[in-house]
C-alpha cells in the first residue's frame, strides 16, 4: 500500500523514489511538500523507498518509517519520514523519533528489532528499479487517468516540477 500525502484522489501523482540518507533526497523532500502546498486538490504526493547499498543507516531507516505505519498508520509514517528527513538517519536515535512522535516504543522496537519490514522495503526498490529509477531521488510524475508519466531524477528546483505538472493537467 502506498503512502499518500496530500489528495488521495488527485489528477496527478508525483511518485518519490527515496532514501533517507541521501543528501540531494533530504534537499527535495521541501520542494516535494512545496508542491502539494501549490497543488492541494490536483496532485498527491507518493513515497516509496530506494535505500542505496552505500547508505549504511537507510534500510534500517526505511524499516523505521514502515514500522511506524503499521503501528500508526500513514499519518505516522509521514510524521516519522519528516523526523528522518529533518534529524537524520542516525539508527542509535530511532526509537527516540518513533516516542517523539507518540508511537509505543516497545511496539515500534519489537517491529524495528523483528525485520519484518525489510521485504517491503526491498519491494519498493524493485518496483523503483523496474519504472527506471537508478539513482536518488527518483521522480515519477503521474497523470493518473492517462499513466501518462515523466521521470524527474534528482533534487529538482519546483520549477522543473512545475513545468511538468502544468503541463499535464492541460
Not at 502539494?36 to 542505496?52: G, K, S
Not at 539508527?91 to 523483528?114: M, R, W
Not at 528499479?129 to 497523470?143: D, E, F, Q, R
Request: negative net charge; glycine residues 8%; aromatic residues 8%.
Amino acid at each position: 500500500m502506498d503512502h499518500i500525502r496530500g489528495n488521495p484522489d488527485a489528477a496527478i501523482s508525483v511518485i518519490e523514489y527515496s532514501d533517507y540518507e541521501c543528501p540531494f533526497c533530504a534537499r527535495n523532500h521541501p520542494t516535494m511538500q512545496q508542491i502539494i502546498d501549490t497543488y492541494p486538490d490536483d496532485v498527491n504526493w507518493v513515497y516509496r523507498h530506494y535505500p542505496l547499498p552505500f547508505h549504511a543507516n537507510a534500510q534500517k531507516a526505511a524499516e523505521a518509517a514502515e514500522c511506524a505505519a503499521d503501528i500508526g498508520g500513514n499519518d505516522k509514517f509521514w510524521e516519522m519520514t519528516d523526523m528522518l528527513m529533518e534529524k537524520g538517519t542516525d539508527n542509535t536515535q530511532l526509537e527516540s523519533y518513533a516516542a517523539a512522535i507518540g508511537l509505543n516504543a516497545a511496539k515500534f522496537k519489537d517491529c524495528l528489532d523483528s525485520g519484518k519490514m525489510a521485504a517491503r522495503v526491498a519491494s519498493d526498490a524493485t518496483e523503483g528499479s523496474t519504472a527506471g529509477v537508478n539513482g536518488t531521488p527518483g521522480n515519477i510524475v503521474l497523470k493518473n487517468g492517462t499513466k501518462e508519466s515523466r521521470m524527474v531524477s534528482g533534487a529538482q528546483p519546483f520549477s522543473a516540477f512545475k513545468a511538468v505538472i502544468d503541463e499535464m493537467l492541460k
